[in-house]
């Protein structure tokens, strides 16, 4: 494993050559042996030893280019050197032993071994040039003396050896010196790498904000039906949108930086001072707004205060909608509303007066017969009905126009409680419905609307009293809680539905048990007490089980 | 003591002149007009005038501030007759200078006490 990682870390030195291209230095140096052998320099050789070399060195030369397209590990390459060391000595033998001109042939396979990383390699590269240097020795061709050809076999590996440690250690170097490069290389990689990486995020994001900018574009420029105007804390104009060029007349060019907030929304300084004690809700509003031209128009205006990146106020943001189409309706309404008033309580007036004017008093001396007097009744009690409706009617289409309002004063909850029983006593007697108070001894004072909580009370005693078949009884009970003040009127009536109970407080809603029972209404009773709760802050609650009764629970906050 | 009544309703004119008959008043003049009850009061001897609010011309209550602008109507009595069920109504009427408000539907026998309790003593 380590030395595999050698063999990689080599890339690209000598080591990580292709065999065949490292055994080329022994093929140019068997070639060349071979021609001046053939030359006419007449070199004294054994020829079928020089064959069988030079054969040896094509044979590695064919190995070589074979190794790496087959399955065998790499290092097994140093069987080229290894052969051609045998090539040598068979050479160096054949031409003449120690006194051979091609003994320098030996450094190319000693080159190759002891480049290869690990002193064993020194080793074998010194084994490689004794075996060389030996063999002529091993065969009897004696040179000059036999004490040279012994120093000869000394001196020369050794030489080999000191010369083969010198290249492994270079290798070595150069190959450590190759690793750590690689190693910069590899963390050059990275860092581009990573570079490229985070360029590619940092266009990614850019073409998110582009996008979001885009539809935050599109989304303002859709915005025509509304002004938005942002100010600066001096009231100067900085953001001015299609709406309100369109609204107001003004360019945005002619608008930002240019226009006072105060030239548009007129007297706002105290509004912008409040704001400025800090209320973080908005705070809207009705004003007329001043175009261009000169020309108002009624605007429904909410204000936001603007805040910086470090929190700090900015400005403010004005959201003006043109209310000219809706107070045009809000007008039509009321026409009708009031036209409706005059139109039927004018003639009803006259019913009613005409009904009391044939009424018998002191002063009148042509009474009528008791038949008479009770069709009179009938027509008297048919319109009161019809100019409760007529107010009934009224009051639902204040309450739906938001212009219902109540005027609060310091109230004894309990005289409320006993008017109220007072009116509903004799439609209880009629139908013979038992009506009971409890009402604690000490007062229950309540800042209310008196006239608004008595026609509640009057509304629920008298739904109760008519839900009760004959028999049965109305409960009317006023309680004190910590904080608030309940009312509760319970019957033994005929009951809701349960899931019809929700529904109770829409316009002209009618449980089914009262269409059953053919009970007299409209539907409007409870939407108008609902109202009138409402506007005190208060809740109803309603609990009823259908044949046995109905309780109402008015809470009214002190 | 001549009483001035303006109605638009002909029938609420009567059922009031049967209520002034009935305070022991004189009716001088029923008209169905804001213009012609201004008209009827300018340079006239009324004491008290019985005026609706919604009527074609003027209004009960533009003829009421006419009235206390003008010289010789000082003493004038003004009872303003409305259907206008608002809470604001009284506080305009006061503020036109009227001297009553009667809400419509009203019993007659309110409107003689109403008529009997502003009569201009001395008359």
Do not use: C
């Not at chain 1, 290894?82 to 032993?97: D, Q, Y």
């Not at chain 1, 064993?120 to 030996?134: C, K, N």
């Not at chain 1, 040179?143 to 250690?169: E, K």
């Not at chain 1, 005929?494 to 048990?513: K, N, Q, W, Y």
């Amino acid at each position: 494993m380590t030395e595999r990682s050698g063999t990689e870390a080599t890339a690209g030195t000598f080591g990580s050559w292709p065999p065949l291209l490292k055994h080329g230095a022994a093929l140019t140096g068997f070639a060349l042996a071979t021609l001046i052998l053939v030359s006419p320099m007449d070199i004294a050789a054994v020829v079928w030893p020089v064959v069988v070399a030079d054969a040896l060195v094509l044979a590695a030369a064919v190995f070589a280019i074979v190794l790496p397209r087959t399955a065998l590990p790499p290092r097994w390459e140093i069987v080229i050197p290894i052969v051609t060391f045998v090539a040598v000595a068979l050479l160096r033998t054949a031409t003449g032993g120690q006194l051979s001109p091609f003994g320098a042939l030996m450094i190319i396979p000693v080159v190759w071994i002891a480049s290869q990383p690990g002193l064993r390699y020194v080793l074998i590269s010194f084994a490689g040039v004794l075996g060389v240097v030996a063999v002529p020795f091993l065969v009897g061709i004696s040179s000059v003396s036999v004490a040279a050809d012994v120093a000869r076999l000394v001196f020369t590996p050794a030489v080999f050896a000191i010369a083969a440690v010198l290249i492994n250690q270079i290798a070595r170097v150069q190959n450590d010196r190759l690793v750590r490069l690689q190693k910069l290389g590899l963390e050059r990689d990275r860092l581009v790498q990573s570079l490229e990486d985070s360029t590619r995020e940092a266009l990614r994001r850019q073409e998110q904000t582009l996008e979001a900018a885009r539809l935050r574009d599109s989304v303002w420029e859709a915005i025509t039906g509304h002004a938005i105007i942002g100010t600066d804390l001096d009231g100067t104009v900085n953001v001015w949108n299609r709406g309100a060029v369109s609204l107001l007349g003004y360019s945005s060019t002619e608008a930002i930086g240019r226009l006072d907030i105060l030239d548009v929304h007129p007297r706002y300084n105290e509004a912008r001072s409040a704001l400025r004690a800090g209320t973080d809700a908005p705070e809207q509003s009705d004003w007329t707004y001043a175009r261009k031209d000169g020309t108002t128009f009624p605007a429904h205006v909410l204000v936001t205060e603007r805040f910086d990146e470090d929190g700090d106020p900015a400005g403010f943001i004005f959201v003006a909608t043109d209310e000219t189409e809706a107070t045009e309706l809000q007008r039509l309404k009321d026409e009708f509303t009031s036209l409706i008033s005059h139109e039927l309580r004018t003639p009803l007036s006259s019913i009613l007066g005409y009904v009391e004017l044939l009424r018998p008093e002191d002063d009148f001396d042509d009474p009528m017969t008791d038949q008479q007097l009770k069709y009179l009744d009938v027509v008297d009690r048919n319109a009161r009905r019809l100019l409760q409706l007529v107010g009934d009617l009224l009051f639902t289409a204040q309450v739906g126009s938001g212009r219902f309002t109540i005027e609060p004063v310091p109230t004894s909850l309990n005289s409320l409680v006993r008017a109220a029983v007072d009116t509903a006593r004799p439609s209880a007697d009629e139908a013979h419905i038992t009506l009971s108070v409890v009402t604690p001894d000490d007062d229950v004072p309540a800042t209310v609307d008196p006239v608004r909580i008595g026609q509640a009370l009057d509304n629920l005693i008298s739904n109760a009293v008519k839900f009760t078949p004959r028999g049965g009884s109305v409960t009317i009970g006023l309680e004190s809680a910590p904080g608030a003040a309940r009312l509760i009127v319970a019957d033994t009536g005929i009951g809701i539905p349960a899931d019809e109970v929700a529904r109770l407080s829409e316009r002209f809603f009618r449980a089914s048990t009262a269409t059953q029972h053919a009970v007299k209404g409209v539907g409007l009773g409870l939407t108008i007490t609902k109202a009138i709760v409402t506007a005190h802050a208060g809740t109803i609650d309603i609990d009823s089980t259908v044949g046995a009764g109905t309780t109402f629970t008015v809470e009214l906050p002190l | 003591m001549n009483v001035l009544i303006a109605d638009d309703d002909a029938d609420l004119r009567e059922l009031v002149s049967i209520a002034v008959l009935k305070a022991g008043f004189t009716v001088t003049a029923a008209v169905g007009t804001g213009t012609e009850a201004w008209a009827t009061l300018q340079g006239s001897d009324i004491d008290l005038a019985v005026l609706d609010i919604s009527m074609p011309g003027m209004t009960g209550l533009e003829v009421t501030r006419l009235a206390r602008a003008e010289p010789g109507l000082e003493r004038l009595v003004v009872l303003i007759i409305t259907a206008d069920g608002s809470v604001t109504i009284g506080a305009e009427a006061e503020g036109a200078g009227a001297n009553g408000l009667l809400t419509k539907p009203f019993q007659v026998r309110e409107l003689v006490r109403l008529l009997r309790e502003h009569a201009p003593a001395g008359r």
